[in-house]
């Protein structure tokens, strides 16, 4: 039985932490998962990325089907990507039978005072023009399976979460390290 989890959220709002945690947590009890990570897959996928809408579009479609290939093929998968976009989020529940929707809450102001990529401070610089939260519009989960705060608690806890709504859902069950 294989799963996929999506966390989504602002920019430097703790998401990477959290899967890092869940990856870890998952480990522990055996389970091996596929970290797809928006930042490393970004560049593979487009090349030359210009974070416009047509580029995200693309960019998320294949991250999208590629999480929907892993799980096909006995992989679970944990998705480590902002995903501005509801539609973006859909596609991959659409494809993928055992989808959880994980909203990392946390407000902008925190996000824009942590910025440890300096995304923020080049969107207040003019340096960048589509940054989600700032210029761009974020489209929060209307119904995500979990919401987890990236300013509360520490990424364990809300890792421990995750797990938590994983093995109620009985998604735990029956899986092996592979």
């Known amino acids: 039985m294989t799963f996929a989890v999506w966390l989504t959220g602002l920019p430097a709002s703790g998401k990477s932490a959290i899967a890092a945690a869940l990856l870890e947590q998952l480990h522990a009890r ?3 998962a596929a ?3 928006s930042d490393a897959l970004r560049r593979q996928i487009t090349p030359y990325p210009r974070y416009d ?3 995200r579009e693309l960019f998320y479609a294949a ?3 590629l999480g929907g290939f892993l799980v096909q093929h006995g992989a679970s998968v944990l998705f480590d990507a902002t995903a501005n976009r509801r539609q973006y989020r859909d596609t991959a529940r659409s494809r993928i039978a055992r989808f959880a929707e994980i909203h990392v809450d946390t407000p902008l102001e925190v996000c824009a005072a942590r910025d440890p990529k300096g995304l923020y401070r080049a969107a207040r610089d003019g ?3 589509t940054l989600p939260g700032a210029q761009a519009a974020y489209e929060p ?8 705060r990236g300013d509360r608690g520490s990424p364990q806890e809300a890792a421990a979460a995750i797990v938590e709504l994983l093995a109620r859902r009985g998604w ?3 899986l092996t390290a592979s």
Request: charge should be negative.
């Open 127 to 129: 340096k960048a023009s």
């Open 141 to 148: 989960p209307l119904a995500p399976d979990l919401v987890v």
């Open 63 to 65: 991250l999208a089907e």
């Open 172 to 174: 735990l069950d029956r």
């Open 30 to 32: 055996g389970i091996d």
């Open 35 to 37: 970290l797809l990570e």
């Open 53 to 55: 809408a047509p580029e």
